[in-house]
C-alpha cells in the first residue's frame, strides 16, 4: 500500500551472497520503485570501463616482418598467433607497470598459455592454445605486457611498441560479466520497492570483489563535483574552522609513527610517501602500484587505515584534501 511521503527510501542492506575466486554475487536493497535501475546501470558501466588489467600491448616474433608474414615450422601465421596472444589473459604479480618476457621453443610442441609465464608473470588461461610448432621448428619471441583499462587500439599504442615489434590492440577489461537483475520485494506492505542483484566475473586476474568496490568508488568520484559545489550527498564541510584543523593534525602524523613494519616503512618512504594523509589520499590501486610493496605490507597498511578511521577507497571531503595537499607541500619544503 502506497503512502504519502516527501523524502525516498534509501538503501540500508548490503550483502555478498556468493564469493568464488572469479565470480562474486551481491545484492543490495530496498529501494524505491524505478530507483534501482538508476543506480545499478552505471555502476555496471564504470565496472566494465574502469577495473584495472594487464594485457599483451607489443610482440616480436624471430622472422617475421610484418603481421602478414608466415615462420617455417610454424602452423599457425603471424596473424593467427597474434589472435591466440591476444586471447591469453595475464597477471603482473609485481608492482611493475610494464614487463618485458621472451620464449623460446624448439622441436614439435603445443604451446599453451601456460608456457608463456615468467618470473612476475601468471597465466590465468593456462590451457588456452598458442601455437603448434612441427619437428623442424621453431619459434622465439618477446612480448611486452603493460596494465591499462579497458580497450585501446594498436594505432594509438606504436609510440609503446619498441622498434621491431608488431604493436596489438590493448585488451585490458579484466572483467568477464557485469550483470544485473532488478527484482521487487515487499517493504512496509508495499510490495514495489526493489532490490538489486548483481553479478561480476572476471577472468581471474583480478578479484571480483574488489572489481566492484572500484567501481563504486569511481561512481563516488564522478559525483564528488556536486557535493563540493551543491554540499549535497556525502560531503560535510567541517563545522568549525579547529574541527578542519584537528583533521589536517591527525593527517599529518608521519609514516614513521604508524608502527608499521620495517618492510612497508621502507617501500612508501622510498617512494616519497611521508605522511598518513598521503596514503588516506590514495585509492586502492594506487597503493598497490607503489614500487616494491607486496600483498603482505599492501595489507598490513589496508588494516592500518581501518585502524585510524581512514579506510582504502573511502574518498575525503574536497576541501579537506586541498588543504591537505598544501600542508604537506609546506612540510615537504615544496611551497
Known amino acids: ?31 524505491e520503485p524505478g530507483y534501482a535501475i538508476t543506480l545499478a546501470h552505471p555502476i555496471k558501466r564504470l565496472i566494465l570501463s574502469s577495473a584495472v588489467g594487464c594485457a599483451p600491448i607489443a610482440v616480436k616474433i624471430e622472422g617475421a616482418a610484418h603481421e602478414f608474414d608466415s615462420i617455417r615450422g610454424v602452423v599457425e601465421d603471424v596473424a593467427r598467433l597474434i589472435v591466440n596472444l591476444k586471447n591469453i589473459r595475464f597477471k603482473l604479480t609485481t608492482e611493475e607497470e610494464r614487463v618485458e618476457l621472451s620464449v623460446h621453443f624448439k622441436g614439435q610442441k603445443e604451446v599453451k598459455g601456460r608456457d608463456l609465464a615468467a618470473n612476475g608473470v601468471e597465466v590465468v588461461t593456462p590451457d588456452a592454445h598458442f601455437a603448434s ?3 623442424d621448428g621453431e619459434l622465439k619471441l618477446s612480448i611486452i605486457l603493460e596494465r591499462g583499462m579497458g580497450y585501446v587500439p594498436s594505432e594509438a599504442l606504436r609510440d609503446h611498441a619498441p622498434e621491431g615489434y608488431l604493436p596489438l590492440d590493448g585488451i585490458f577489461g579484466p572483467v568477464k560479466k557485469a550483470n544485473y537483475t532488478i527484482e521487487k520485494m515487499l517493504v512496509e506492505d508495499n510490495p514495489d520497492f526493489e532490490k538489486i542483484v548483481f553479478e561480476v566475473a572476471t577472468y581471474g586476474q583480478i578479484d571480483p570483489q574488489n572489481v566492484f ?76 602500484r607503489v614500487k616494491n610493496l607486496g600483498k603482505k605490507s599492501l595489507d598490513e597498511i589496508k588494516e592500518k587505515l581501518i585502524e585510524l578511521g581512514y579506510p582504502i577507497n573511502e574518498h575525503l571531503p574536497s576541501d579537506l584534501v586541498i588543504k591537505l595537499k598544501q600542508r604537506i607541500a609546506e612540510l615537504k619544503g615544496n611551497l
Not at 511521503?5 to 543490495?28: G, H, L, N, Q
Not at 549535497?232 to 584543523?245: H, I, L, N
Not at 620495517?262 to 596514503?279: F, K, P, V
Request: net charge negative; with cysteine.
Open 1 to 31: 500500500m502506497k503512502k504519502i511521503k516527501t523524502v525516498p527510501m534509501a538503501p540500508t542492506e548490503f550483502a555478498v551472497v556468493k564469493s568464488e575466486a572469479d565470480r562474486a554475487v551481491f545484492e543490495i536493497y530496498p529501494f
Open 133 to 135: 610448432i612441427n619437428e
Open 213 to 288: 568496490r572500484s567501481g563504486v568508488a569511481t561512481m563516488f568520484k564522478q559525483m564528488e563535483v556536486f557535493s563540493v559545489s551543491l554540499g549535497v550527498g556525502g560531503y560535510r564541510a567541517p563545522k568549525t574552522e579547529s574541527e578542519g584543523d584537528e583533521a589536517i593534525r591527525r593527517l599529518t602524523i608521519r609514516v614513521e609513527d604508524l608502527d608499521l613494519s620495517a618492510r612497508s616503512h621502507n617501500c612508501l618512504t622510498r617512494s616519497n610517501i611521508t605522511y598518513l594523509a598521503e596514503l588516506a589520499m590514495m585509492s586502492e590501486n594506487e597503493l598497490s
